[in-house]
């Protein structure tokens, strides 16, 4: 069973930076795209970055795209999230997950979550 622990979150003021991390355990780690979710109060659960076994290709979503860098250590088995220039919709929980990627649309693999990190962006 994998177990995913995602770290990093805090407050922080609008225009601030923070920089999540997501250890996983599982030897099929350098196997997997990686992706970082997050779910705001009263909202479903989004996909905001992604990232393919070896790096080569990166997928941001539009809200993100320009201010948030994700990125891989196989070797360490994390995967972090650079965020930059955060802005209050920024608000929400932060997990992350291996992804499949159906040639449209990202989906996530494992069932079991991690607790997420509490990511506050204050005006």
């Known amino acids: 069973q994998v177990q995913l622990v995602e770290s990093g979150g805090g407050l922080v003021q609008a225009g601030g930076s923070l920089r999540l991390s997501c250890a996983a355990s599982?030897?099929?780690?350098?196997?997997?795209?990686m992706g970082w979710f997050r779910q705001a109060p009263g909202s479903g659960r989004e996909l905001v970055a992604a990232?393919?076994?070896?790096?080569?290709?990166?997928y941001y979503a539009d809200s993100v795209k320009g201010r948030f860098t994700i990125s891989r250590d196989n070797a360490k088995r994390t995967v972090s999230l650079q965020m930059n220039s955060l802005k209050p919709e920024d608000t929400a929980v932060y997990y992350c997950?291996?992804?499949?990627?159906?040639?449209?649309?990202?989906?996530?693999?494992?069932?079991?979550w991690g607790q997420g990190t509490q990511v506050t962006v204050s005006s």
């Open positions: 997950n291996a992804v499949l990627y159906s040639g449209t649309k990202y989906y996530p693999v494992y069932e079991d």
């Open positions: 990232i393919t076994p070896h790096s080569s290709t990166t």
């Open positions: 599982g030897r099929t780690f350098s196997n997997n795209r």
